[in-house]
């Protein structure tokens, strides 16, 4: 059994997830469910829970910042938020996970498997990240945590030139010939990048604009990259392109 504690000031909430997770994903355990960031300090701290289920929206202390109060993250870590656009991203951005309320069943079982399946705790980066990212919104972070079948890898955003779709996977190519194969499908990808310079240009492929060197005529036509690479640009996909890239804003 994997053990875990809920944490969120909606009673109605905790009770909600902890009948999913019951219901659905009988491998967990709930140990405790806490109804303030507070009580939730103490009981991380006794229970030693694998998993943690965290709401976001709290008062007096929310869940980002009872983050901050723990010596060490040494479970796995679930965000459960209402929509909220900043702090979607930012949690998108650091590789960390998170489900919408109402809680889907679904997504549940996803998000649970896809913990189960991690062998990392978060790191201390993402956590900065994921911070740095909520504070100063309309900020720019140089950093993006990229989650791979090692662990993560924290990449410099200017650094990388294209990601390109492999199946359930997406490899980044790096300056400097680098390579990472990311394990998130590439509208994972897109999606954390979606606030820079990318922009999708095929089904399979995700550019840097800031990194093409040339645009080259055709049906849709392909890009030529600045580490040399071309990238086919689909038809559907090339009128979107051309107009960032003759834009002010790349």
């Known amino acids: 059994m994997i053990s875990a504690v809920i944490v969120d000031d909606e009673p109605y ?3 909600a997830l902890a009948t999913l997770l019951e219901r659905y994903c009988p491998e967990i355990k709930v140990l405790d469910i806490c109804y303030s960031a507070a009580d939730a300090l103490k009981s991380i701290q006794e229970q030693k829970p694998q998993i943690l289920f965290l709401d976001i929206e709290m008062p007096h202390m929310n869940g980002f910042e009872m983050l901050e109060k723990l010596p060490d993250l040494n479970f796995k870590l679930i965000f459960t938020t209402s929509y909220d656009q900043y702090a979607i991203k930012a949690i998108r951005f650091s590789a960390l996970d998170y489900l919408l309320k109402p809680v889907d069943k679904d997504e549940l079982q ?3 498997q896809k913990a189960l399946d991690t062998t990392e705790h ?11 990212k909520l504070s100063h919104p309309k900020i720019a972070v140089n950093k993006i945590a990229i989650p791979t079948i090692e662990g993560l890898q924290m ?7 294209r990601c390109e779709a492999d199946r359930n996977y997406t ?7 680098g390579k990472i194969t990311a394990s998130r499908n590439l509208k994972d990808l897109e999606e954390m990048l979606e606030d820079y310079s990318f922009v999708r240009v095929h089904h399979s492929h995700l550019v840097n604009l800031n990194e093409v060197e040339k645009y080259i005529k055709g049906e849709g036509g392909y890009l030529l990259m600045s580490d040399k690479s071309t990238v086919d640009v689909s038809r559907s996909r090339k ?3 051309l107009k960032k890239l ?3 804003k790349v």
């Open 13 to 15: 909430s905790c009770e």
């Open 239 to 241: 009128e979107i392109l």
């Open 155 to 161: 990449v410099l955003v200017e650094n990388i030139i």
């Open 246 to 248: 003759q834009s002010d």
């Open 122 to 132: 978060p790191l201390p980066q993402q956590l900065e990240v994921l911070l740095h």
């Open 110 to 112: 996803k998000a649970v």
């Open 171 to 177: 490899n980044l190519f790096l300056k400097n010939k």
